[in-house]
C-alpha cells in the first residue's frame, strides 16, 4: 500500500445505501444489484462529457467504519454534471491523500482479497489510519485500484 495524492474526479452513477455485514448474506446484499445495472450495455450512453472508459466506484457517507452503513455510487467520470437521468445522482470525489491498493486477476475475488487487506490495515492500527470520508475503487481493463482516504 503506498501513500498518493488522488485527484478531485466527479462521478455520474447509480446509488445503493448499504453495510459490509448486508452484503455477506445474498438475501440482503444490495451491491451485486447495483454493479449489474451499471454494468448493462449502454448504461451509461445517455451521459455526456465522459471522462475515459473507466467504471467507478465512490464510497462515502460512512456511518462509522468499515463495520457501519456506508453509500456507494457505481458510475462514469464526468467533466461537468449533466442534467442528470432518472434514478442517477452525480457525487463530488475531492482530492485527498490517500492508500493506493491495486486489485489484479480474477474479479471479483481479487477486490475482495484488496478489501481484506485494508481492513487488516485499519483494524490493526496501521498508519495513517483511514479517513472514512471518500473511498474511490478505478475499474480499468488491469484490475481495479483502490484509493482509500487517510
Do not use: C
Not at 448499504?18 to 438475501?27: G, H, I, K, L, S
Not at 498508519?127 to 485500484?145: C, K, M, N, Q
Amino acid at each position: 500500500m503506498d501513500v498518493t495524492e488522488r485527484t478531485e474526479l466527479t462521478v455520474v452513477g447509480y446509488v445503493v445505501r448499504t453495510a459490509n455485514a448486508d452484503e455477506m448474506d445474498p438475501a440482503r446484499a444490495k451491491l451485486p444489484a447495483l454493479w449489474q445495472r451499471a454494468g448493462a450495455p449502454g448504461a451509461f450512453a445517455h451521459v455526456p462529457g465522459r471522462v475515459d472508459e473507466n467504471l467507478y466506484a465512490v464510497l462515502t457517507d460512512y456511518e462509522s467504519d468499515h463495520n457501519g452503513a456506508y453509500t456507494q455510487i457505481v458510475g462514469i467520470g464526468v467533466r461537468t454534471v449533466p442534467r442528470l437521468p432518472e434514478g442517477m445522482v452525480a457525487v463530488r470525489v475531492p482530492a485527498v491523500q490517500a492508500l493506493r491498493v491495486e486489485a489484479r486477476g480474477q474479479m471479483p475475488q481479487a477486490l475482495v482479497e484488496a478489501w481484506q487487506q485494508v481492513w487488516k490495515h485499519t483494524e490493526s492500527g496501521g498508519t495513517p489510519p483511514r479517513a472514512f470520508t471518500t473511498d474511490l475503487e478505478v475499474h480499468h481493463p488491469e484490475g481495479v485500484d483502490l484509493y482509500v482516504a487517510v
